[in-house]
């Protein structure tokens, strides 16, 4: 098997920083949905609209965000703006509207006592981001299961995430599957797949000792807390409400479970990040310097992650082996894609009306070349017009 060259990005011309700027502030204001969504519109707006990279460059980056710790689809943003020169504008700007406006609603909890009433707008806006994710789902595994071989690690990986074996087990056992396939290959024998796991290797990640009063509060400790959690937390969204409960509800005594679930829910339909759940958090605790500091703790271990790894995604791709591993890693991880719009869609599509909306959307993706952000705007006019 030849090396495989270095990424060729699909267009040469190089944006300004500014234009950077403008295109991630704008996803971070539209893109709804969770990480998969966000991914979606990423593979949307950067390889098929700019063209800014390719689609298996997009997919190694994929594959590099969904095996270091912290938010995927944020480290993904910050991949992008790395290979733009611009990681940390990337980042920021995709982070920041979804911090702003998890603070404004977080300041009329504060106030208030409860969440803004936005439920049918909400149950209105899901099916459109199934649809989101389907088409990318489509699209993305075309590209990336090139062998039989690849298509068995990505049903297997789904098997095993149906099954509860952690994210990161998953992915590392694609790799060094679909790695061994390349040296069977080469020693012309035939091996049984390395490819299984025990289920239930996630079960110690809340386990941690509850204390007997609570913690004395400041920011420094909110702070190291949250680089703590953007440190080692693999497997997004759901991992992280068990790292918050140990953590804040369990050890720490800050929060009740209430203000916790409330905390999850506003990061869920609010667009940008889910980890700003943290900037939630944060203001609960200590207003807008609680918020910033929050939002700073969880983010930026995400930032270095990047920083480090990459520039080993080019050395990877010309090592035949290393580049086989990611191949298996890229296919793992778009299969956990595929189980994320199941799980989704199985809690999302509950009746006729939201069926008809994931149908028409699915439809107008595969057809038209629309802006996902309308066809989220049109499902929350239908929203607020009709009770779902």
Request: hydrophobic share 60%; charged share 10%.
């Amino acid at each position: 098997m030849t090396a495989i060259p270095s990424p060729t990005f699909a267009s040469s011309a190089q944006p300004s920083l500014v234009e950077l700027a403008l295109v991630f502030l704008k996803l971070g204001t539209t893109a709804f949905g969770g990480p998969a969504a966000h991914i979606a519109m990423m593979e949307e707006e950067f390889v098929h609209r700019r063209r800014w990279l390719t689609e298996e460059d997009f997919l190694d980056r994929l594959g590099a965000a969904n095996l270091i710790p912290g938010p995927s689809s944020t480290e993904m943003a910050i991949f992008i703006g790395h290979t733009r020169r611009g990681l940390i504008v990337a980042g920021c700007c995709f982070i920041i509207p979804a911090a702003i406006l998890v603070s404004l609603i977080a300041a009329a909890y504060v106030r208030y006592g409860s969440l803004p009433e936005l439920g049918s707008m909400l149950h209105a806006i899901k099916p459109v981001v199934i649809a989101i994710i389907l088409q990318a789902f489509w699209k993305l595994m075309r590209t990336a299961i090139k062998t039989t071989l690849l298509g068995a690690i990505a049903t297997a990986a789904a098997i095993l995430s149906l099954h509860g074996v952690n994210i990161l087990l998953i992915l590392v056992l694609a790799g060094l599957t679909s790695a061994a396939g390349l040296l069977a290959t080469r020693a012309k024998t035939v091996r049984g797949s390395l490819f299984t796991a025990s289920p239930r290797m996630i079960a110690a990640l809340s386990a941690a000792a509850a204390g007997a009063a609570a913690v004395p509060f400041s920011l420094l400790r909110l702070f190291l807390t949250f680089v703590k959690i953007g440190s080692v937390l693999f497997g997004g969204g759901y991992v992280l409400l068990a790292f918050l409960q140990s953590d804040f509800v369990t050890r720490l005594h800050w929060l009740t479970e209430r203000q916790l679930l409330d905390a999850v829910a506003v990061g869920q339909f609010t667009p940008g990040p889910l980890f700003t759940t943290a900037t939630f958090i944060g203001y609960l605790l200590a207003g807008l310097p609680g918020a910033a500091v929050a939002t700073a703790g969880i983010f930026v271990p995400g930032f270095v992650f990047v920083a480090i790894s990459g520039p080993l995604i080019p050395a990877i791709r010309r090592s035949p082996l290393a580049g086989a591993a990611l191949d298996g890693v890229v296919a793992g991880s778009l299969a956990l894609m595929g189980v994320v719009a199941w799980q989704l869609g199985k809690a999302s599509i509950t009746n006729w009306t939201a069926v008809v909306i994931a149908a028409v959307s699915v439809a107008i993706l595969l057809r038209f070349r629309v802006n996902s952000a309308w066809l989220i705007a049109g499902a929350a006019l239908i929203g607020l017009l009709v009770r779902m």
